[in-house]
């Protein structure tokens, strides 16, 4: 799952993503606001110039961390900020303003993180608290 989410997000490829989404049936949790359709929803994101298909990619190819039956992507969102170290990788994927709120914010990562299950479902791509 993670390198099929990988090569859809790299190709912008909407249809496969959509696909990859609902492939089991559950849908993935993409935001804590109001919605129910994922690809419509990055669509929005990147018509503003978010570049949340890059940055889906970019996690899913950082450390990750397990949590009961949860892959987690990148490892700090459940290890937490606590070095410079820690904080290294995810230089590139968010600009330097966001990184110094992250660490002004007790070291808690609120940027993307992406969940699979042990099976292959992916659960979630949200970013936010």
Request: some cysteine; overall charge negative.
């Amino acid at each position: 799952m993670r390198e099929s989410i990988i090569t859809a997000a790299r190709a912008c490829d909407y249809a496969r993503l959509a696909k990859l989404v609902d492939e089991h049936g559950q849908g993935v949790r993409f935001t804590f606001g109001e919605g129910n359709d994922a690809v419509a929803y990055w669509k929005d994101e990147e018509a503003r110039g978010v570049p949340v298909l890059a940055r889906i990619a970019q996690v899913l190819e950082l450390p990750y961390a397990t949590e009961g039956d949860l892959y987690y992507w990148p490892s700090v969102h459940i290890t937490g900020l606590k070095s410079p170290k820690d904080w290294k990788p995810l230089v590139g994927i968010y600009p330097e303003s966001q990184l110094k709120a992250m660490q002004k914010d007790n070291g808690s990562y609120l940027g993307l993180r992406v969940g699979i299950n042990k099976s292959g479902d992916w659960q979630l791509a949200v970013a936010g608290d």
